[in-house]
């Protein structure tokens, strides 16, 4: 029979005890080897069995238990300990507070998806793994943010396997009430409520719980609420589950109710009202619409100039170059959804679509796009790798056009990792990676003895052996085999063998299955009597992608052949909890995208921190960070058009590698049995990408590039609304008057043939203003180095200044051009809209080139 309702009693501890309570409830235990050693301390059996989970734990263990440990004194001493640590790393002063008074005095962070503990399962994959370790990271560094999402119901969904090896999706129902959260509750104690308008008169309710994770409170909207009707109420029942009315309405309650959840927690806690929205990734993007809306409705502003202010202090973060994952809404659906009765006062329904507007070449017009629609509510952007940053730029060239790629305002940041979280302890220990900041002083990895770190790597890898022996039989067992055919898998994978992780979700781009283009090389590396590999694989297909179903589906077959099957293995189920032992346990991490798709990737990252290797294509992260002894790159074939063949090449391109590169190394040992060369690879990988791949050293980067920046803009702009209104009002005056802005003339004087480097000389350029005056704009002169079609490369910019105006709205700027390097150089000029207020000089999309916008080679102009 079923319950026709379902509800958590809460354990009430002993009040000695009480203590832990607390420690469960704040999921920086998830990071604190000391606090879960006190867990499994309480009961280790039930801590395992309860897959790491402090509330299960505290739910399910006997009376007794509890009495016992009331009064054992070692264990209330501990438990001492453990809480006044708690209460010291929530309270004192950390790095943050020594940056002084230009960084934010309150952060909001808006995330779709957050992943932070197996236990909370509120997220897919990478970007949620990404929000997860950035939350965690503001936390040990002090810095005051706060998280925004939504608490789905059920959460992803499980994966296990059918027979046939066929991807099957459970949705296991996700009780808050057994979870660390807690309801907002008003001074009365009634849950606190947001509400957001739907069309039709409708509304869609939710009430807001608090994760708190270490010092970061994360709000999680939850529309399961009575006051809602059944369909609204299912509106938060699973991430991305549904169809695109279904997405529209998730994000509407992210965006819009995630601002009004904000405004409800700032007001019942005190906390300080954010200065910096950080977007991160498109689906959050209608916050900057109900911002503007509190400035046009709150405080009188107009819409211009609300757009402005809400500009200055939004970060937007794009974290996909692959066309099928940016976020696009039929502009129908959109229009019907904020237009008619639910239109807000002050946000009319065509800014809100040209703001997501298609409206350049190649665009779709009849389609709204979320990342297109973050860009221009965020004056800052960024990408989250070097090159997908280049990427990006590219893509969205069309936003700015007459810009040149490079100057598109879109930044990068490279992601990175959390390190107590996902370095293992044993490894944390050798390296002494701090459990408080993840940082160390990265020179001890020179101290340690060769045979020390074997060791350790060498009992990682044991226990990810053993943990995927059990997973293994769990997954075949559930796969209709009986006890008695799974004697084999006492003997699956081999402790000493070289050990190869790949997992990751899996959409096409990511290629599953590259390793699987040549079937019999692949069976000769896993069985190769000297040095054999082994390979353990995970990964989620969408609930919705068959084709990511059918490649699962391949390497379960692989692996199931009885020849193979000790050395391959496929584990259901790819969650935090198995990442845990999949990337401390591996000696190397197998990544290959098809590239430039994969926009940082993160997975490495977590095995280099564990003295992994990553064998990898020069994709994301690693296209920066591979510096030729730190792992191997898999060369790829870019240029190949036929992707079948450059499938090929890039499999074989890995298979000679894995065959003559990485397992003779790996097994090349000297007389106390060391693979000494490997273990230098090991140190190498350590020193040079462990300070690097840190998500401190990206939280320091977002604070230092994007916001600091965003608060001071943010900051100038708010005072008095006033700077928003001239901003706004320039702005306006700009656009219209660009039509009369010309370069009419440049005489370059003495630039020209017979320079010589060292030297320097005059350039005069002549030119039209229109209405606009001097203040209003910049006229640049850009030279450096051309390429064989006169392309500029790199060019330095060099701002003239007006020397006289000879006729009205005529003027005549003058410079002084050096020659600072030999060979072909050429320059061009141009005229921006100059304004303090502009973060990019790109960020009105307006510029004005000379008629011939060919730049000069040599003095010629063309
Ligand atoms: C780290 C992690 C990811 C991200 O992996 P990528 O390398 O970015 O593909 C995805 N899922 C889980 C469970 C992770 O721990």
């Known amino acids: 029979m079923r319950a026709i309702r379902r509800f958590t009693v809460r354990p009430v501890l002993p009040e000695p005890l009480a203590p832990l309570g607390d420690l469960a409830m704040n999921l920086r235990w998830s990071w604190h080897p000391a606090t879960q050693d006190l867990f499994a301390a309480v009961d280790s ?175 999680l909207l939850d529309s399961g609420i009575e006051d809602n009707q059944p369909a609204e109420r299912d509106v938060t029942d699973r991430l991305y589950g549904g169809g695109t009315e279904h997405r529209l309405l998730q994000e509407m309650l992210l965006g819009v109710g995630g601002v009004r959840a904000l405004r409800t927690y700032c007001r019942i806690t005190g906390a300080p009202a954010p200065e910096v929205f950080h977007t991160n990734e498109g689906h959050a993007g209608f916050l900057g619409l109900e911002r503007i809306r509190e400035y046009v409705e709150e405080r009188g502003l107009d819409f211009d100039s609300a757009l402005e202010v809400t500009r200055a202090g939004t970060v937007f973060t794009t974290h996909t170059p692959v066309p099928a994952g940016i976020d696009r809404f039929a502009r129908d659906l959109v229009e019907q959804h904020f237009s008619g009765d639910n239109e807000a006062p002050g946000v009319p329904i065509d800014r809100i679509l040209a703001l997501g507007a298609e409206d350049y070449e190649g665009g779709d017009p009849s389609l709204f796009n979320m ?50 979280t996902w370095v293992a302890r044993e490894m944390g220990e050798l390296t002494r990676i701090d459990e408080g900041t993840g940082t160390t002083d990265w020179s001890v990895v020179d101290q340690i003895p060769e045979s020390a770190m074997w060791k350790t790597k060498a009992s990682m890898r044991a226990r990810l052996v053993e943990y995927s022996r059990a997973r293994l039989r769990e997954s075949w067992l559930a796969r209709g085999a009986s006890e008695a055919e799974l004697g084999w898998i006492e003997h699956a994978l081999d402790p ?29 590396l896993l069985l190769d009597p000297e040095r054999p590999l082994q390979i353990v694989i995970a990964g989620k297909a969408h609930p919705a992608d068959d084709g990511g179903k059918r490649l699962i589906q391949e390497v379960v077959w692989f692996a199931d052949d009885p020849e193979v099957r000790h050395r391959i293995v496929f584990l259901p189920d790819y969650d935090m909890g198995l990442a845990y032992p999949l990337v401390t346990g591996c000696d190397v991490w197998l990544n290959n995208p098809l590239r430039p798709y994969e926009a940082c990737g993160t997975s490495g990252m977590k ?50 590698l894995l065959e003559n590169q990485v397992a003779p190394r790996f097994y090349d040992r000297d007389e106390h049995g060391l693979p000494r060369r490997w273990l230098e690879m090991v140190r190498h990988t350590l020193k040079s990408l462990g300070p690097k791949v840190l998500a401190t050293r990206m939280f320091d980067d977002y604070v230092r590039q994007l916001y600091a920046p965003a608060a001071v803009s943010s900051r100038a702009l708010n005072a008095s609304f006033e700077g928003a209104r001239q901003l706004a009002a320039w702005k306006r005056r700009v656009r219209e008057a660009w039509h009369d802005v010309h370069v009419d003339h440049v005489e370059s004087g003495g630039v020209g043939e017979g320079a010589e480097v060292g030297g320097s000389a005059g350039l005069r350029v002549f030119v039209s203003l229109g209405t606009l005056s001097p203040e209003d704009v910049d006229v640049q002169v850009l030279h450096g180095r051309v390429d064989d079609v006169d392309r500029l490369q790199n060019p330095s910019t060099l701002s003239l200044t007006p020397a006289e105006s000879y006729e009205a709205g005529r003027y005549r700027y003058e410079g002084e051009v050096r020659f600072d390097r030999t060979g072909p150089v050429g320059y061009t000029v141009r005229i921006l809209p100059h304004n303090d207020n502009l973060a990019s000089a790109a960020e009105l999309g307006l510029v004005e080139w000379p008629p011939a916008a060919q730049p000069m080679v040599n003095g010629d102009l063309r």
């Open 607 to 656: 095995a280099a921190l564990n003295g992994g290797l990553n064998v990898s294509i020069r994709d994301g992260w690693w296209d920066e960070w591979f510096d030729g002894e730190n792992g191997w790159a898999i060369p790829s074939a870019d240029g190949v058009g036929d992707p079948d063949r450059r499938d090929d090449l890039e499999a074989h391109a890995l298979y000679d």
């Open 496 to 524: 000493d063998v070289l050990t190869i992780g790949f997992a990751r979700r899996v959409p096409s781009y990511k290629r599953l299955t590259l390793m699987l283009a040549d079937r019999d090389r692949l069976k000769r």
């Open 371 to 420: 990342a297109v629609m973050g860009l221009r509510l965020g004056q800052r952007a960024n990408g989250v790798s070097a090159l997908h940053g280049e990427v990006s730029r590219g893509m969205f060239a069309g936003l700015w056009p007459g810009f040149d790629e490079t100057e598109v305002p879109i930044t990068s940041v490279t992601n990175g990792v959390h390190a107590p």
């Open 45 to 219: 059996q039930l801590w395992a069995a309860t897959g790491h989970d402090p509330m299960r734990l505290l739910g399910e263990v006997s009376g007794e238990r509890l009495a016992e440990l009331s009064s054992d004194d070692g264990f209330l001493a501990e438990l001492r300990v453990a809480a006044a640590d708690l209460r010291s790393y929530l309270s004192e002063d950390r790095r943050y507070q020594s940056l002084g008074s230009d960084v934010p005095r309150q952060i909001a962070y808006f995330s779709p998806e957050f992943g932070i503990t197996a236990v909370l399962p509120q997220y897919s994959g990478g970007l949620g793994i990404l929000a997860g370790d950035h939350l965690k990271a503001a936390s040990d560094l002090g810095a005051p943010l706060l998280g925004v999402g939504l608490l789905y119901r059920h959460g992803y969904f499980k994966q296990s396997l059918s027979g046939d090896g066929w991807q099957q999706e459970r949705y296991p129902i996700v009780d808050p009430q057994a979870m660390p959260l807690s309801l907002l509750r008003e001074s009365d104690g009634a849950p606190a409520r947001v509400v957001v308008g739907l069309p039709g008169g409708r509304t869609l309710a939710a009430q807001i719980w608090v994760a708190q994770v270490g010092r970061v409170p994360l709000l």
